[in-house]
């Protein structure tokens, strides 16, 4: 499991849909509430909770 909110960007794929932040290998314990993020609509979204932005990445 990875710390979450560690970084402030992320690259997502296609594999992580449907994107959450925290995403699921992720610890939950010491973060906010899981937000669905709608990334496919235009390749990129950022959390209202923890400010992360994540950018989709064909790979």
């Known amino acids: ?3 979450p909110n560690a970084e402030t960007r992320y690259e ?3 594999a992580d ?3 959450s932040c925290p995403m699921p290998d992720m610890t939950v314990w010491n ?3 899981k937000v669905y993020l709608p990334v496919e609509e235009t390749g990129e979204a950022k959390c209202p909770y923890c400010g992360a932005e994540f950018r989709l990445v064909d790979r």
Do not use: D, Q, Y
């Open 31 to 33: 973060s906010h509430p």
């Open 12 to 14: 997502v794929t296609r």
């Open 17 to 19: 849909l449907p994107l």
């Open 1 to 3: 499991m990875s710390e």
